[in-house]
């Protein structure tokens, strides 16, 4: 793999892996790596457990890579839907559904004063506890789209629904959202 426009784009790198590069499936992982750990972080317990977790996805990746088909979507769409499925094997094993409060808030910016952290952690805990007021389906919906950047119709392949009912589950999610956000006086 010597092209470097072909290092930057996920449908080549993951064609080259498919085709057994474990230099353009490193790349993949450098690319990735960061979505899917955000995307496990918020819904597990800690820093570590979700290094694990975005661990054994790029695993499983790798070992699956041989049978992935494209079907019009990112590839990123598939790792997502691994990390889904490792995050709910997770919790069943567990048999505990609850996310730390302190997973969003772990990494304060070291450049803000301690006032401002406080208010920030306050504000984080807050929006935290809002969103686990959520249904599972606005929850996932809210997370892909506003955490992970993802467009509706890849959140709709992911959650097996339509554009239509991403959209409108994103509007109930965003309304329920406010109305928490407006009684705790954050917005």
């Known amino acids: 793999m010597d092209d470097n ?6 449908k080549t790198l993951i ?5 057994g590069d474990a230099e353009a499936f490193g ?4 690319l990735y790596f960061v979505p ?6 918020l819904r597990v317990k800690g820093r570590e457990e979700a290094e694990d977790l975005a661990q054994n996805v790029f695993l499983k990746v790798y070992q699956s890579i041989s049978s992935f088909q494209e079907q019009g979507k990112s590839p990123l769409a598939y790792f997502f839907t691994v990390a889904r499925n490792a995050v709910i094997d997770h919790w069943k094993k567990k048999k505990s559904a609850s996310v ?3 997973a969003i808030s772990e990494m304060p910016d070291p450049a803000e004063n301690p006032q401002e952290l406080t208010e920030k952690d306050i504000t984080i805990k807050t929006i935290h506890q809002a969103i686990q ?3 599972d389906d606005q929850r996932e919906v809210i997370i892909m789209k506003f955490i992970n950047e993802l467009p509706n119709s ?3 392949g992911l959650l097996g629904k339509t554009e239509d009912a991403v959209r409108q589950l994103q509007c109930r999610a965003l309304r329920t959202l406010r109305q928490q956000l407006k009684d705790s006086k954050i917005i």
């Open 133 to 135: 007021q959520l249904t």
């Open 5 to 10: 426009n072909s290092k930057n784009d996920p």
């Open 36 to 41: 899917v750990f955000r995307y496990i972080y």
């Open 15 to 19: 064609q080259l892996a498919k085709n």
């Open 100 to 102: 730390d409060p302190q």
């Open 27 to 30: 790349c993949l992982y450098e």
């Open 154 to 156: 890849e959140i709709a």
